[in-house]
């Protein structure tokens, strides 16, 4: 035992000496990019520099870690230590959502937002109590394989076989869906570093994921993962402290944000009462009632405008206009709807988006306002609903979930859960102040600025994607001046944008891009090792071919992988819907499939087959049905939205429907094999 444990903090002491010379390398490597940039050097050649070196670097990763070892593939060994698996956890879960994302939709929706932290950071608490120490004890693979033991039995293995199918179309369908959000913000990035479209970016992006995952499975992804916590940390903390010492005078900006709000707030206020916002707000009401009148006037306003447009078209190229007013008529006329249920869409979405712009500035830390008091209590109880979610998803997620499994013990699993929340909320404690004091610095910087001398991150910004620009900034009612109804921001582009609206060098504006790619890549590393290892080890190998080789294994989900990696990147360049979106879609499945299934397995002996089935079955089933019949981008119709809860929340139904099915389910039929009750008192036996 002596000798394990000195091995054990050798082992330690390497891997803290290797990551603190990346450190030191890192800082070198940003001190060297400033002082190019100073001499000179052009901002695109700084990006593909910065694009790289942070491929070479997870390469490098890769190519050392590589390994056709079972454990070693799918859970790095079970010798990761907590401090690193901590890191390694934490970068998995700040995702492209988090990063990128998070601080975006606090700056637009402002208290409301607040949701997304407290529903993460209070669901990795409820892994920690629940389910991750109880996993490691099992000593498994994966999250099917956990099922499969609990629900089928030892003999049972039809049963068995049926509860790890159910389960890996779970893992697929929550993994595939959050990985695509991933790979969309790889191509967004790929294509701020690069210049290159956006569609290419996510190609380019999509090497860096593989050449990690493919080559060393969980070990090399573990390895990188602490690496890309270091970039990510460093990427958020600096833009953020340069801002919090900008407007407040103090470096830590979790503290010094609280006295920018009450500025914010007056800011806010004043320009509410400004006349020249009024003016633009009423435009946009206008714009919207047109929409309406077109809307109320179809099918004729749809044939008379399709007329109107050929006619503008053909006016243009009879007179010989410039190419660029031709070019202009004809991309009105391409892009006019096909049909007039086409255009019932499109023009309900364009009157949405006019009214919603039409509105005057939301006070950011006001919590719930509205109109009127049920108005109010919709926004409370969309929030409280979003946080549930968001909690008991995060305690089914697959990829998090699975690197439970990568400590030595149980002990350092717990561990290992206290280091995560702590790297996670360097982060998540730092993002409101991030928002308010980004808002505060477009609000009096930007708002009231001629048009004539625009930053130049605006329009470099509206032109990394062309077909759906991330920032728009019209002269609506011709004065010449900024007005912030004039203004609209993708929430996306916020935390990549900072650095440019904070007035730092480009050097941390590229470092701020490393670091979201960092989020990106560290994600979907981990997702699509879930997705193919479900498939190679929960389906190939457990019900295939049990009698495969080691080595057919790991190059079947290598394979897998690969596969799953190019149909994730398709769909993600199809732009589906925006970041957080797609997260909060996978958060609800997951919660609704896996979560009542994974508790009972732990701590409910009386929870059997039956019961699971119908758990994961009635979750799923009720949460997609939601999604549909709700979500216009799938579909749906927001007018048919049970007591006002809004489609990213479909889980606050699914996970109660899915957790009565199992209990009924279970009571009704008979008690599970004594196997099962043996495997409950095993893993939750006292160390």
């Known amino acids: 035992m002596t000798g394990t444990a000195a091995k054990t903090r050798s082992y330690f002491r390497r891997l803290a000496r290797y990551y603190l010379w990346f450190t030191l390398c890192f800082a070198l490597f940003l001190g060297a990019l400033a002082i190019l940039e100073h001499e000179g050097m052009p901002r695109q050649w700084i990006g593909h520099l910065y694009m790289f070196a942070t491929i070479v670097l997870y390469a490098i990763i890769g190519v050392v870690s590589r390994t056709s070892n079972v454990s070693e593939y799918y859970v790095a060994g079970r010798r990761v230590p907590a401090l690193f698996n901590g890191m390694a956890t934490a970068a998995d879960w700040i995702s492209a959502a988090s990063f990128i994302s998070l601080a975006g939709t606090l700056y637009l929706h402002g208290f409301d937002a607040l949701a997304y932290v407290m529903g993460w950071t209070g669901g990795y608490c409820l892994v920690a109590l629940l389910i991750a120490p109880y996993l490691r004890r099992f000593a498994q693979y994966t999250i099917p394989d956990f099922l499969a033991a609990r629900y089928g039995g030892e003999t049972a293995t039809r049963q068995g076989s049926i509860v790890r199918a159910l389960a890996v179309g779970g893992t697929i369908?929550?993994?595939?869906?959050?990985?695509?959000?991933?790979?969309?913000?790889?191509?967004?990035?790929?294509?701020?570093?690069?210049?290159?479209?956006?569609?290419?970016?996510?190609?380019?992006?999509?090497?860096?994921i593989l050449v990690c995952s493919f080559l060393g499975g969980m070990r090399a992804i573990t390895w990188t993962q602490v690496a890309q916590y270091i970039i990510i940390l460093v990427a958020f903390l600096i833009p953020t402290i340069w801002l919090s010492m900008k407007f407040a005078g103090n470096p830590v900006p979790q503290v010094a944000y609280g006295s920018v709000l009450p500025k914010l707030a007056a800011r806010e206020a004043q320009l509410a009462a400004d006349p020249r916002e009024a003016e633009v707000r009423a435009r946009f009401h206008a714009r919207a009632d047109d929409y309406a009148a077109r809307i109320a006037a179809l099918p004729h306003s749809w044939e008379a405008g399709k007329i109107e447009a050929q006619r503008r078209l053909d006016k243009a190229r009879g007179r010989n206009a410039p190419l660029t007013e031709v070019r202009s008529a004809e991309r009105e006329l391409l892009d006019y709807p096909r049909t007039a249920d086409e255009a019932a869409r499109a023009w309900t979405e364009l009157r949405a988006a006019n009214l919603a712009r039409a509105q005057p500035?939301?006070?950011?830390?006001?919590?719930?306002?509205?109109?009127?008091?049920?108005?109010?209590?919709?926004?409370?109880?969309?929030?409280?609903?979003?946080?549930?979610c968001l909690m008991f998803g995060t305690a089914a997620l697959p990829h998090i979930l699975m690197r439970s499994y990568t400590t030595p013990s149980v002990h350092e699993t717990r561990v290992s859960v206290f280091w995560t929340l702590f790297f996670i909320l360097l982060i998540y404690l730092t993002m409101p102040a991030l928002a308010v004091l980004a808002k505060y610095d477009i609000y009096t910087a930007l708002v009231g600025t001629g048009f004539d001398s625009l930053p130049t991150w605006v329009s470099y910004w509206a032109n990394v994607d062309k077909s759906n620009p991330l920032i728009s900034i019209v002269d609506i009612n011709g004065?010449?001046?900024?007005?912030?109804?004039?203004?609209?921001?993708?929430?996306?582009?916020?935390?990549?944008?900072?650095?440019?609206?904070?007035?730092?060098?480009?050097?941390?504006?590229?470092?701020?891009?490393?670091?979201?790619?960092?989020?990106?890549?560290?994600?979907?590393?981990?997702?699509?090792?879930?997705?193919?290892?479900?498939?190679?080890?929960?389906?190939?190998?457990?019900?295939?071919?049990?009698?495969?080789?080691?080595?057919?294994?790991?190059?079947?989900?290598?394979?897998?992988?690969?596969?799953?990696?190019?149909?994730?990147?398709?769909?993600?360049?199809?732009?589906?819907a925006d970041i957080l979106s797609l997260v909060g879609a996978a958060f609800s499945l997951a919660g609704s499939t896996m979560f009542p299934a994974l508790v009972a397995g732990v701590f409910w002996k009386r929870a059997n087959f039956a019961g699971a089935i119908a758990g994961m079955a009635t979750g799923f089933l009720v949460c997609i049905y939601y999604m549909l019949h709700t979500n216009p981008m799938l579909g749906g119709n927001l007018d048919a939205v049970w007591f006002h809860i809004a489609p990213i929340s479909a889980g606050v139904f699914g996970v109660p429907a899915g957790a009565l099915a199992l209990v009924v389910a279970s009571l009704v039929t008979a008690p599970p094999p004594r196997a099962s009750g043996g495997l409950v008192a095993h893993i939750r036996a006292p160390e």
């Open 479 to 576: 004065d010449g001046i900024v007005q912030l109804a004039e203004i609209a921001i993708d929430g996306d582009v916020l935390t990549l944008a900072t650095p440019e609206i904070g007035g730092l060098p480009y050097v941390i504006s590229g470092l701020v891009a490393a670091g979201g790619l960092a989020a990106a890549l560290s994600t979907a590393d981990g997702l699509l090792l879930a997705i193919s290892n479900a498939l190679s080890h929960d389906i190939y190998f457990k019900i295939v071919d049990p009698g495969a080789s080691t080595q057919k294994r790991v190059t079947i989900s290598k394979l897998l992988l690969l596969a799953v990696a190019f149909i994730a990147a398709y769909v993600a360049s199809q732009k589906p």
């Open 361 to 388: 500035p939301e006070p950011h830390a006001e919590p719930f306002p509205g109109k009127t008091r049920e108005e109010s209590d919709i926004r409370r109880n969309n929030f409280l609903s979003l946080v549930f």
């Open 173 to 208: 369908v929550v993994s595939f869906t959050y990985v695509v959000a991933q790979i969309y913000a790889v191509g967004l990035i790929a294509s701020r570093f690069t210049g290159v479209d956006f569609s290419v970016g996510i190609f380019l992006g999509l090497a860096s």
